[in-house]
């Protein structure tokens, strides 16, 4: 079982709708989460860190399930601008501060 | 953005050839980290650093080294190059939770 599991789409929406990114990590001990965004052939970027009380920045929210290993990205009134691979990170702590990536959900938004 | 500079930005090499990339920050954090990137398998660490002169493997370190002289630079170094090689290798740096990217080096080896 990978350590970070998301779903690789591609998920297509019109423009204006709403959508949901899962993923789940296998180490109950990770520490921090994060959702980060790949454009194609460009570097990540972070696009949000995730907390256990949820939190949002305009129109993305993120959630934090540790009970379940779970964690979600929901993404409101999508923009053409939103396309792109979204990417779910764990952080496991420890000396090295490593973060493991998930593959990426990819996002296509639609006129 | 974060100051982290790859370099080369491509590179195309004959197999069995040394191969050095340099990553360069200028943020002055503690960890760095190489991730190689390859369809159907996301970012792959390579190797990471938590000090000068300290690193360790990741999870694909096989046929690969690093070094780190100084906080600012980390080298990758592929000792023969392969073909399976040929992938888009991303720096990264740290001060402890979130991570910020290098534009990445598109090496193919042929």
């Known amino acids: 079982r990978k350590e970070v599991e998301q779903d690789p789409g591609p998920f297509n929406v019109p423009e204006g709708a709403t959508v949901a990114f899962n993923c789940t990590y296998s180490n109950s001990a990770s520490q921090s989460f994060f959702w980060y965004r790949q454009d194609c052939r460009k570097e990540p970027k972070l696009l949000m860190s995730v907390y256990s009380s949820g939190n949002e920045d305009g129109r993305f929210t993120a959630q934090l399930n540790r009970a379940s290993q779970y964690i979600s990205l929901l993404i409101r009134d999508s923009k053409l601008s939103d396309s792109a691979t979204y990417l779910c990170?764990?952080?496991?702590?420890?000396?090295?501060?490593?973060?493991?990536f998930g593959t990426g959900t990819q996002l296509k938004v639609e006129l | 953005d974060a100051g982290i500079t790859q370099s080369p930005r491509h590179k195309v090499t004959e197999t069995g050839t040394p191969v050095t990339l340099r990553c360069h920050q200028t943020e002055n954090h503690r960890y760095m980290y190489w991730y190689r990137q390859d369809p159907g398998h996301g970012l792959r660490l390579i190797h990471y650093?938590?000090?000068?002169?300290?690193?360790d493997k990741g999870e694909v370190s096989d046929g690969y080294s690093v070094s780190r002289s100084k906080t600012e630079d980390f080298l990758l170094t592929l000792e023969s190059a392969t073909s399976s090689q040929t992938s888009v290798y991303f720096c990264?740096?740290?001060?402890?939770?979130?991570?910020?990217f290098g534009q990445g080096t598109r090496l193919t080896v042929v």
């Open positions: 650093s938590y000090g000068v002169k300290d690193t």
């Open positions: 990264a740096i740290s001060e402890g939770t979130e991570a910020f």
């Open positions: 990170v764990v952080n496991n702590g420890g000396g090295g501060n490593k973060l493991t």
